[in-house]
């Protein structure tokens, strides 16, 4: 009888063929590993109603192309404003920062949004001015989202005046009078992913005494 040996790590698949039946990950092996899925990633897959943060690659007659992260690029027609009619439709530089809502999806074609929300006004959404903007996991946008209040925003919230934007699609943007208030909050929100509630309130704590 020969014994069979497992291996130490799983094989690599890398430019190999997978068939049915091949086992590409076995978990029954994996011990003391943590493997991250799902909100984890930096994937994004646009959805009707989601909030993203875009920012303008190009402009065309009717619509401007926007990078959300998405599989493709989204398009923000030039009539999406509150208002918006062609005598007064926006001027937007690539590169420009916006927050928007996404209001249509389809496979196979590009992402509609729009800068207005249900009832057609402009509320929070348009053109983010000034402040800092990173990129993060889906699943740390999701949290700052949530309700109630994120831990680590309530903490900053009580101590600090600052503007945040979050986009379901893995950005964030910071805004504030004082630029180190601005980096402050970028860092807390940055280290808060893998805190726990309480943990999120005492980094915050730490980060705030080393400024005073």
């Given at each position: 009888m020969v014994d069979e040996k497992i291996p130490s790590s799983p094989p690599s698949f890398i430019d190999q063929t997978v068939v049915p039946g091949d086992v590409v990950l076995d978990l029954s092996r994996m011990v003391n590993q943590t493997i991250k899925l799902g909100d984890?990633?930096?994937q994004y897959?646009?959805?009707v109603?989601?909030?993203v943060l875009g920012i303008v690659v190009d402009s065309k007659m009717d619509n401007f192309l926007v990078d959300i992260k998405g599989p493709t690029l989204a398009l923000?027609?030039?009539?999406?404003?509150e208002g918006g009619t062609r005598r007064n439709i926006p001027k937007f530089e690539a590169g420009t920062l916006l927050y928007a809502r996404v209001v249509k999806t389809n496979v196979g074609m590009n992402t509609e949004l729009s800068c207005t929300d249900e009832r057609g006004k402009a509320a929070e959404f348009g053109r983010l001015k000034d402040g800092y903007m990173f990129e993060s996991s889906t699943g740390l946008a999701r949290m700052l989202l949530g309700s109630p209040t994120c831990p680590v925003l309530e903490a900053l919230g009580k101590k600090l005046s600052f503007e945040i934007a979050v986009g379901l699609?893995?950005?964030v943007w910071?805004?504030?009078d004082a630029p180190s208030t601005i980096v402050l909050v970028s860092n807390a929100i940055k280290a808060s992913e893998s805190l726990s509630p309480t943990q999120q309130r005492i980094m915050v704590e730490k980060l705030i005494q080393r400024t005073e």
């Amino acid at each position: 009888m020969v014994d069979e040996k497992i291996p130490s790590s799983p094989p690599s698949f890398i430019d190999q063929t997978v068939v049915p039946g091949d086992v590409v990950l076995d978990l029954s092996r994996m011990v003391n590993q943590t493997i991250k899925l799902g909100d984890g990633l930096r994937q994004y897959v646009p959805c009707v109603g989601d909030t993203v943060l875009g920012i303008v690659v190009d402009s065309k007659m009717d619509n401007f192309l926007v990078d959300i992260k998405g599989p493709t690029l989204a398009l923000l027609p030039v009539l999406a404003f509150e208002g918006g009619t062609r005598r007064n439709i926006p001027k937007f530089e690539a590169g420009t920062l916006l927050y928007a809502r996404v209001v249509k999806t389809n496979v196979g074609m590009n992402t509609e949004l729009s800068c207005t929300d249900e009832r057609g006004k402009a509320a929070e959404f348009g053109r983010l001015k000034d402040g800092y903007m990173f990129e993060s996991s889906t699943g740390l946008a999701r949290m700052l989202l949530g309700s109630p209040t994120c831990p680590v925003l309530e903490a900053l919230g009580k101590k600090l005046s600052f503007e945040i934007a979050v986009g379901l699609n893995g950005r964030v943007w910071v805004n504030a009078d004082a630029p180190s208030t601005i980096v402050l909050v970028s860092n807390a929100i940055k280290a808060s992913e893998s805190l726990s509630p309480t943990q999120q309130r005492i980094m915050v704590e730490k980060l705030i005494q080393r400024t005073e």
